[in-house]
T-cell receptor
Framework: KAGVTQTPRYLIKTRGQQVTLSCSPI?????VSWYQQTPGQGLQFLFE???????NKGNFPGRFSGRQFSNSRSEMNVSTLELGDSALYLC????????????FGPGTRLLVL | AQSVTQLGSHVSVSEGALVLLRCNYS??????LFWYVQYPNQGLQLLLK??????LVKGINGFEAEFKKSETSFHLTKPSAHMSDAAEYFC???????????FGAGTRLFVKA
């Protein structure tokens, strides 16, 4: 079974631009969560989608948004990029969410200049 | 509010020595606790999880952790370290309500030959 895939793996943007990251969960998984990982703040929960609905949300500004499609693939969008948005963005999928095991993708490393 | 504290951002052990990575949690409801490992340039992999069954939880790669409610701890141990155990380890807590997982800051494990 293929694992969680994230595209692109690396991305360089400039301040003020917007970016869209993509996550394809393991086949059959319906829950997708997004995390931001930085050296200073560690791993922080962004949001979780289940069956195309946002079910949980972390404490991030409205510039961070996401969506999930009917095939469970998810995208995350960050508008008006700031230098502090430079991070590794991780996506994780599980069958139904809750306490099921999350399987993480390799992440997208975003650098904002 | 839930939180996780990992004691020691870096731990160094010799190959064959005991590995002990410390984690203390704060939760107003019975917690669900996890340990994840992250190798360089990879996503996170679940080592083990506690979901209110046995207090001693065995995971992959010879790791185990013991839930101690009185000490609000969930320390990770391995009797004998391998060079391949060198990685960053994250303790995490969640609750029964959903999938908002809170991660600790991480502990980087170094294994000396």
């Amino acid at each position: 079974k293929a694992g969680v895939t994230q595209t692109p793996r690396y991305l360089i943007k400039t301040r003020g631009q917007q970016v869209t990251l993509s996550c394809s969960p393991i086949s059959g998984h319906r829950s997708v969560s997004w995390y931001q990982q930085t050296p200073g703040q560690g791993l922080q929960f962004l949001f979780e989608y289940f069956s195309e609905t946002q079910r949980n949300k972390g404490n991030f500004p409205g510039r961070f948004s996401g969506r999930q499609f009917s095939n469970s693939r998810s995208e995350m969008n960050v508008s008006t990029l700031e230098l502090g948005d430079s991070a590794l963005y991780l996506c994780a999928s599980s069958g139904a969410g809750g306490l099921e095991t999350q399987y993480f993708g390799p992440g997208t490393r975003l650098l904002v200049l | 509010a839930q939180s996780v504290t990992q004691l020691g951002s870096h731990v160094s052990v010799s190959e064959g020595a005991l590995v002990l990575l410390r984690c203390n949690y704060s939760s107003s409801v019975p917690p669900y606790l996890f340990w994840y490992v992250q190798y360089p340039n990879q996503g996170l992999q679940l080592l083990l999880k506690y979901t209110s069954a046995a207090t001693l939880v065995k995971g992959i790669n010879g790791f185990e952790a013991e839930f101690k409610k009185s000490e609000t701890s969930f320390h990770l141990t391995k009797p004998s370290a391998h060079m391949s155990d060198a990685a960053e380890y994250f303790c995490a807590v969640s609750n029964t309500g959903g999938f908002k997982t809170i991660f600790g800051a991480g502990t980087r494990l170094f294994v000396k030959a």
